[in-house]
């Protein structure tokens, strides 16, 4: 057996932070329309449920992140690699900002919008992140 590293372990919390953060929202999106219709009054539960669980999360994607950049010396790396990796940086804040107004979000279009967006932008990042594994 392959002996894991610190590294792996890093990896390995930020992929099952990551499949929390994006795959959460893809379930709950999901579930929303059919528990509206059936238990609207569920929703509130729901939300505050996949709070507890995602937010967490996505505080373990930052903190993995960095450490993942403290790890290499970026200015030895590409212009290409720099760039997605800002790229990368950019859209996870823009994913938790939209996160955090459709989470606090009274209005409809602070619902609808800030979900979406924040869905949009967490799939970016993660495709983003795998280029960069790809040539770190």
């Known amino acids: 057996m392959l002996s894991p590293t610190a590294e792996t372990f890093r990896l390995f919390l ?55 950049l403290m790890d290499i010396d970026i200015t030895t ?13 950019a859209f996870a804040v823009i994913a938790g900002i939209a996160a955090a107004i459709h989470a606090g979000g009274k209005s409809k279009a602070a619902l609808a919008i800030g979900g979406a967006l924040g869905a949009v932008f967490s799939v970016a990042a993660l495709f983003l992140g795998l280029l960069i594994t790809q040539y770190a």
């Open 14 to 68: 930020h992929v099952i932070s990551a499949a929390i953060w994006v795959g959460g929202q893809f379930v709950v999106a999901g579930i929303v329309p059919g528990m509206r219709r059936a238990h609207p009054e569920a929703l509130k539960t729901l939300a505050q449920g996949f709070a507890r669980v995602a937010w967490p999360a996505f505080g373990v994607l930052v903190i993995t992140g960095m450490w993942s």
């Open 77 to 89: 790396m590409s212009s290409a690699f720099q760039t997605t990796v800002l790229l990368k940086i």
